[in-house]
């Protein structure tokens, strides 16, 4: 007997937040990459059985 495929809706939510820039030196050179703050992401799909074999 075969199953029957799962499907499964999901949602995700992440914040990322930096509290300083990011910074290197080399040779007395100093480099800083300025990015964002605070940087929220939502994401939201379905996941799935494809078959028996992949997931």
């Not at 949602?11 to 929220?40: I, K």
Request: aromatic share 8%; proline share 4%.
């Amino acid at each position: 007997m075969t199953k029957a495929p799962r499907v499964q809706p999901f949602v995700e939510a992440n914040w990322l937040h930096n509290s300083q820039d990011f910074c290197t030196s080399m040779n007395g050179t100093q480099d800083c990459l300025a990015g964002y703050r605070n940087r929220a992401e939502v994401l939201a799909g379905v996941r799935g059985d494809v078959s028996q074999q992949v997931q």
